[in-house]
């Protein structure tokens, strides 16, 4: 009596089962491929963070040096780079002056982990002009290191080349032929490795293959793309926090020269349409260095964080205030309120500012500031002639409010 047999389960594929049976030289190419496009856009992407890093680093080093190369101070450029020096990544900084001679020179004690990828990746220093009203008045130059992207390059080259490896041992060992089973999963992985290269789109993942040996793959893939997109997060967050280094004061959290210089150009522009006024107060404390030279330098900042605050609590929402100096500020009222004069405005920053302000010491101490107004358009109609009153105004309110000897 004869009968059917009976149906055998389909077992679960193997690459070993499958390259017994096919020829699978293609294999080894088709994910070689892969793996160079990640290995490549990997590299690529992290030289271009790099890149934009060192050249945040030294903006943010050309601000913190402009008050060293306006006096020629080298012990001032070296407090200026002090930041910079901590920052990791850092090999070599150097400030020059408007001709072109050194003003002060650092070189990171620790050694380079990788001369090569330094070589790769910063074949030549970065560099920054440091500017003061317009004039160049120096020169940065940051040189990198590669102690930052060492272990990065390292895991993702171990990462790419154990794929490849697994891969190739199974071709040379097993491989015969191909066939549209094993093309269709190859095909899955190129396309990821093509949006990767492309489109940078790091969020691609490799979906389940049906085959063990190429799930393994696609998952070491997946493992390497996760890394990358780790590794683009935190560049992300890195060029930001240089960003908002390079444009705010590092003591009161305040933006700096730079921030305030096209924050008024952005005002000027938008009174111009919108045909309004706003008032430009330059604010100077008259006895923050004698506090300063008495009570120490941590005395000296907690006076600049409170005048800060204080400065900060009497502004509007729409207002911008910015630190533009050692213990000069400058505030931008607006819109300027037609019903409201700027010696009201002028004012009420007095009243906020006399209060005493609470040393690291617990002695208390009283700021004196000079207040200098500007309005726009009836002051000037540009940022040069505005800060110009402005300071004049400033220094004419310094003289009146001189204590009589």
């Excluded at 496009?37 to 590299?43: E, S």
């Excluded at 982990?113 to 790769?120: E, Y």
């Excluded at 290191?145 to 390059?153: A, I, K």
């Excluded at 005002?267 to 430009?280: H, M």
């Amino acid at each position: 009596m004869t009968g059917r047999a009976p149906e055998r389960a389909i077992a679960h594929t193997t690459l070993q089962k499958l390259l017994s049976r096919f020829h699978f030289g293609i294999t080894l190419f088709a994910v070689a491929l892969s793996g160079a496009t990640i290995l490549l856009a990997g590299v690529t992407t992290l030289r271009g963070y790099a890149d934009r890093n060192m050249e945040l680093a030294a903006r943010l080093g050309a601000y913190g040096v402009e008050p060293a190369l306006v006096f020629n101070d080298p012990q001032a450029a070296r407090e200026g780079l002090a930041p910079l020096t901590r920052l990791p990544g850092i090999a070599r900084l150097r400030v020059l002056d408007d001709r072109g001679r050194p003003l002060s020179e650092w070189t990171s004690p620790a050694g380079d982990p990788a001369p090569l990828l330094t070589r790769f990746f910063f074949p030549r220093p970065f560099a920054a002009t440091v500017q003061r009203n317009g004039s160049v008045i120096g020169r940065i130059e940051v040189w990198g290191d590669s102690s930052t992207l060492v272990d990065y390059v390292r895991l993702g080259l171990l990462a790419g080349l154990g794929c490849l490896l697994v891969t190739a041992l199974g071709t040379i060992i097993l491989a015969r032929r191909f066939e549209y089973e094993l093309v269709k999963p190859l095909n899955e992985i190129a396309t990821v490795a093509h949006d990767v290269r492309l489109h940078r789109r790091f969020d691609k993942r490799v979906q389940p293959l049906g085959i063990a040996e190429l799930d393994r793959l696609g998952g070491d893939i997946n493992a390497l793309l996760d890394e990358l997109q780790g590794w683009q997060g935190t560049m992300e967050s890195e060029k930001a926090m240089l960003a908002h280094r390079a444009s705010h004061d590092m003591l009161t959290a305040m933006p700096n020269r730079s921030a305030f210089d096209e924050q008024l150009a952005l005002r000027i522009q938008a009174a111009q349409k919108r045909g309004e006024r706003f008032a430009v107060l330059f604010i100077d404390a008259d006895n923050f260095k004698a506090a300063n030279d008495n009570h120490g330098h941590r005395a000296g900042d907690a006076l600049l964080v409170a005048l800060s605050a204080r400065i900060m609590e009497t502004l509007r929402k729409g207002d911008f205030a910015a630190r533009v100096g050692g213990d000069e500020f400058i505030v931008i009222i607006d819109p300027l309120n037609p019903g409201i004069a700027p010696g009201a405005l002028v004012e009420r920053i007095q009243a906020s500012v006399s209060r005493p302000i609470a040393l690291p010491g617990g002695d208390d101490y009283r700021l004196r500031i000079s207040i200098g107004v500007a309005v726009y358009p009836d002051h000037g109609a540009d940022a040069t002639a505005l800060l110009t009153v402005a300071d004049a105004a400033m220094y004419a309110d310094k003289l009146i409010n001189r204590p009589k000897v």
